[in-house]
């Protein structure tokens, strides 16, 4: 008798920046497990999810938000204001321990201090075991840690940067390949890259990659 096929579990995690576009929240997948990051509360129920968790400070979520998902059952983790970890790595965390691919989304807009710190926290090697993505308006952000094929046509413009040190990287299917070639985090070599084929494919063997769609 042949095995059961494996199911993925993915989670997506709604971040309190700028509220997810309906094409967006269209785009995701049907009953998703959700987890939202503080703010990332008011943004999923007016999108019409129902977080299975909420976590963060809770400094910026709205008193009727938190009344709406307590009585809808979502679990709510409250953590000091005065905390090392802003509210998207807590969410993060918590959802690294439930799925296989993690989408973010809600995490661009804002301050820029945020935006940075969210891309970074996205790249930690702490999630090399997940895949993460971020959906950040009109761009996208892929988390390469080993092995990733981004979801994207012919003449995409495809960004790479190495984050937290030297990746060691090889692509296929971009017009300006990458083989087995050492990419530093303070250069712009990897910038404006274009997709020459479908789907084309990293493969880091050292560090962490960011691939940004615009």
Do not use: C, Y
């Not at 995701?28 to 008011?42: E, I, N, Q, S």
């Amino acid at each position: 008798m042949p095995e059961p096929e494996s199911t993925a579990v993915t989670v997506v995690v709604v971040a309190g920046g700028d509220p997810p576009t309906p094409e967006e929240i269209a785009r995701l997948p049907a009953d998703p497990v959700v987890v939202a990051a503080d703010a990332g509360l008011d943004h999923a129920l007016a999108a019409g999810l129902t977080p299975a968790v909420a976590v963060g400070d809770m400094d910026s979520v709205s008193p009727e938000a938190l009344a709406v998902a307590e009585q809808s059952g979502t679990r709510i983790e409250r953590h000091p204001a005065d905390k090392d970890q802003t509210d998207l790595e807590l969410a993060l965390e918590l959802a690294t321990r439930l799925a296989d691919q993690i989408i973010v989304i809600g995490a661009a807009g804002g301050r820029l201090d945020h935006l940075i710190g969210n891309l970074t926290v996205l790249s930690s090697p702490q999630w090399s075991g997940v895949n993460i993505e971020a959906w950040l308006g009109n761009a996208l952000a892929v988390v390469a840690h080993s092995h990733r094929v981004l979801d994207v046509e012919p003449g995409a413009t495809v960004s790479l940067f190495a984050v937290g040190g030297p990746a060691r990287v090889t692509t296929t299917g971009l017009a300006w390949p990458l083989t087995d070639e050492l990419l530093d985090p303070l250069t712009s070599r990897g910038v404006s890259n274009r997709a020459t084929n479908p789907s084309p494919e990293l493969s880091v063997s050292e560090g962490v990659v960011l691939a940004v769609i615009p």
